[in-house]
């Protein structure tokens, strides 16, 4: 299993850009979600899916949209790109919401310039 | 506000010495409990977790956390560090009542060990 994975690594975006960040994962888990981390405040939790076709807001979504038309993927889009929006952004994926482990994917490092 | 709150930000120790990493969170009722490690420049990776039960569980690499209810507290304990230990360390809760699998995550504290 490839497990969580995400693209690009890296990206620089100009403000007012947008663009998609892809998370994919191949374990068949229900529960997705994505989260930011921003020095000296760990993450936090942008938008969550509890199954295909069914999103829902964080903690921090104003500025993100998310769709899960699948399973396996969950993409975030950056619709109007912001300088508040650099940060280091994980996927996660779990078998449920309650009493399971997530597993993080590698991380898209975003600099809005 | 609900929190969780890590007292540590950036620890340094020396090979061999004794971690205890701190972790309190504010929330009542059922939680779920869990540390992560980040390796430099990778991603976050489970080192234990707590549900129910024992509340001494024990992870990978050695380390373990101890569960106190009545102190709100889900400390993180390494009896000898090695200097591959170096890395951000995250507490994290789940409140199962709240339905939404959401992880709260402490600040971060890091930790440099030195040869």
């Known amino acids: 299993n490839a497990g969580v994975t995400q693209t690009p690594k890296f990206q620089v975006l100009k403000t007012g850009q947008s663009m998609t960040l892809q998370c994919a994962q191949d374990m068949n888990h229900e529960y997705m979600s994505w989260y930011r981390q921003d020095p000296g405040m760990g993450l936090r939790l942008i938008h969550y899916s509890v199954g295909a076709g069914i999103t829902d807001q964080g903690e921090v979504p104003n500025g993100y949209n998310v769709s899960r038309s699948t399973t396996e993927d969950f993409p975030l889009r950056l619709l109007s790109a912001a300088p508040s929006q650099t940060s280091v952004y994980f996927c996660?994926?779990?078998?449920?919401?309650?009493?399971?482990?997530?597993?993080f994917g590698p991380g898209t490092r975003l600099t809005v310039t | 506000a609900q929190s969780v709150s890590q007292h540590n930000h950036h620890v340094i120790l020396s090979e061999a010495a004794s971690l205890e990493l701190g972790c309190n969170y504010s929330?009542?009722?059922?939680?779920?409990l869990f540390w992560y490690v980040q390796y430099p420049g990778q991603h976050l990776q489970l080192l234990l977790k707590y549900f129910s039960g024992d509340p001494l569980v024990k992870g990978i690499k050695g380390f373990e956390a101890e569960f106190i209810k009545s102190k709100f507290s889900f400390n993180l304990r390494k009896p000898s560090v090695q200097w591959s230990d170096t890395a951000e360390y995250f507490c994290?809760?789940?409140?199962?009542?709240?339905?939404?699998?959401?992880?709260?995550f402490g600040q971060g504290t890091t930790l440099q060990v030195k040869p």
């Open positions: 996660a994926s779990s078998l449920g919401r309650i009493a399971y482990e997530q597993y």
């Open positions: 994290a809760v789940n409140r199962p009542s709240s339905n939404t699998g959401k992880l709260i």
């Open positions: 929330y009542g009722g059922t939680v779920n």
